[in-house]
């Protein structure tokens, strides 16, 4: 007689487990290069409207030409588009287009009140200012930034790609194929909460995104 899970749950949680010590075991194997081209992930972004988000401030958010607009309003302050849903251990990729100045960021782990976030961020900046490092907002600041040059990559005013991942306590980031930083943190660990793109505060800035795709791990 096999062994199998009876309870639904248990299956749930026994391929959840076999699927995260799949996606680690690969890292492993190839240096931390991302498992998304060789694994199902799922679109989070309908290229139709903000449907599954939710606007935090008084910024643009908006669809145009099936991609995802922010753009400072006249308030010029910090705005944020979270999901609906909350991610655990994700791969996230997707794609930005930095039109104008360009000072963004890709949050995990967070919750909104108003526009004051808790949680972490993979910047994404202008070339120089630390795109795939991570930032704790209200907290310690930056917890670790990418080597300089590494960013030598970054295109402004192109599409570039950034992936995101989360397993646990560490965070791995890409832009363009180039790995930017991989970090293990004891708090980012014990953090739940969701997936938030921010625009800063500051006005003059425009960000196009695209492609918007998760892999829960």
């Given at each position: ?26 890292a ?30 008084t ?31 994700f ?5 930005f287009n ?62 570039n ?18 790995q ?6 004891e ?31």
């Open positions: 007689m096999h062994s199998f899970c009876r309870d639904p749950s248990e299956r749930a949680r026994a391929r959840g487990t076999l699927m995260t010590i799949a996606v680690m075991t690969a492993a194997l190839t240096g931390g290069a991302s498992p998304l081209s060789a694994q199902e992930a799922r679109s989070i972004f309908n290229g139709e409207n903000l449907d599954g988000w939710t606007i935090h401030g910024e643009l958010w908006y669809v145009e030409n099936g991609e995802l607009v922010c753009e400072s309003g006249p308030d010029a302050l910090y705005g944020y588009l979270r999901t609906d849903r909350m991610y655990d251990d791969e996230l990729m997707l794609e930095q039109e104008a100045d360009g000072n963004s960021g890709v949050f995990f782990r967070s919750t909104i009140d108003g526009v004051r976030i808790s949680g972490w961020q993979a910047e994404v900046a202008p070339p120089g200012l630390f795109s795939g490092g991570i930032y704790e907002s209200y907290g310690r600041g930056w917890l670790i930034q990418p080597e300089p040059g590494l960013d030598s990559g970054l295109r402004m005013g192109e599409w790609t950034l992936t995101l991942r989360v397993i646990g306590g560490r965070v791995t980031t890409w832009i363009n194929g180039t930017m930083i991989d970090l293990d943190d708090q980012i660990g014990e953090g739940r909460g969701h997936i938030a793109l921010q625009i800063h505060d500051g006005g003059g800035i425009k960000v196009r995104w695209r492609n918007l795709r998760v892999l829960e791990l």
